[in-house]
């Protein structure tokens, strides 16, 4: 493991490319088209083969794993009618807690302090270490709530694929909202250790990135993701991944006051799932059509591949638990896979 100054190190490199480099990303992307062709949008997982040779151990949870998320050592996973929340020997020994929750609840996440999920009236937000007894945050949208995020201040954003507004909640009461251009896919916290969380959202339709200026009470700088955005993570210090699963990449943001594009990287397959490694300081992608997760090093001008792992099938989402076991869930019923030690290149 690094250490917080060899970690500092890492994303000081990330964050010193050229202002001559971020100008020419950011110019590319806001006319709605990367360097080579124009956005396709509206990206989906490709179909996996369901031949699968998966890497460590397999937990069969006998259904669709349809979101997961980690904090810590803990998982929240996702089924149709179910949120299963425990460590990684609970979910073996199928003594996580289970909670009911209805089918039309919509994003999964973690925040600095929890999990949150958001449903259509309500955002439940989890306490890893008491997840019997979720706090609920009542919504007042005028749509059903589809994504949520949760600021380390403890501000609750809210939103849906369906409406342009983002509601922001404080202490249970609704205090205001934003205006941004359209609907959203994903919304997530980007935490910040020198002053307020930023907020990123995505929309698939046009692959749409962009920053929620909240603080500045306005919708912030929108850029777009290569040529279909499939998913986004939060890694450290700002820094925030999306796969380009339509342009076969994977994109490096940092969002620390408006969104940038700082680096670009071929992934081999189709990608969707990413996630954050902070233990090996690695941004991990699920490719869904060759059921292999990539792990690139991201302190260079491109992203670096340190190694793949096979996966079950349809690993659509993925996770990095705090002792950095890599985590794939099957979104078809194939289960939930642990890998302790994944096999990694040596920095060179």
């Not at 806001?30 to 890497?55: C, F, L, R």
Request: with cysteine.
């Amino acid at each position: 493991m690094k250490s917080q100054s060899g970690t500092a190190l890492v994303f000081s490199s990330l964050l010193a490319l050229s202002a001559t480099a971020l100008a020419a990303c950011q110019s590319e992307v806001s006319v709605g088209a990367d360097p080579e062709t124009a956005v396709k949008g509206n990206a989906t997982p490709a179909a996996s083969p369901v031949k699968a040779d998966p890497e460590g151990t397999v937990v069969d949870l006998k259904e669709d794993i349809t979101d997961l998320a980690a904090f810590a050592d803990v998982l929240a996973v996702r089924t149709k009618n179910q949120l299963l929340i425990g460590s990684q020997k609970e979910l073996a020994e199928n003594k996580a807690t289970a909670l009911d929750i209805s089918a039309e609840c919509g994003d999964l996440s973690s925040s600095s302090s929890g999990f949150v999920l958001a449903c259509p009236e309500k955002v439940l937000l989890i306490d890893p270490s008491s997840p019997d007894s979720p706090e609920e945050v009542r919504m007042e949208e005028e749509t059903p709530v589809t994504v949520a995020t949760q600021l380390s201040s403890g501000e609750v954003f809210a939103t849906s694929a369906d409406s342009s507004t983002v509601g922001i909640y404080k202490d249970g009461k609704r205090e205001g909202d934003i205006e941004v251009e359209a609907g959203s896919d994903q919304l997530l916290a980007v935490p910040n250790s020198t002053g307020d969380d930023g907020v990123v959202r995505i929309l698939r339709e046009d692959s749409t990135i962009q920053n929620v200026d909240w603080t500045n009470d306005r919708a912030g700088g929108r850029l777009r993701v290569g040529q279909g955005v499939g998913s986004i993570a939060v890694g450290d210090n700002g820094v925030v991944l999306a796969s380009d699963t339509e342009g076969g990449r994977l994109a490096i943001y940092t969002s620390d006051d408006v969104v940038r594009l700082h680096q670009y990287g071929n992934v081999d397959g189709t990608p969707w799932g990413v996630a954050w490694d902070k233990e090996r300081n690695l941004a991990w992608v699920s490719a869904t059509d060759t059921n292999t997760a990539h792990a690139y090093a991201i302190d260079k001008g491109v992203p670096k591949l340190r190694g793949d792992i096979p996966t079950v099938p349809d690993a659509q989402n993925i996770a990095v638990l705090g002792d950095g076991t890599f985590v794939a869930a099957s979104a078809t019923g194939h289960g939930l896979q642990f890998v302790d030690t994944p096999h990694l290149k040596k920095e060179s």
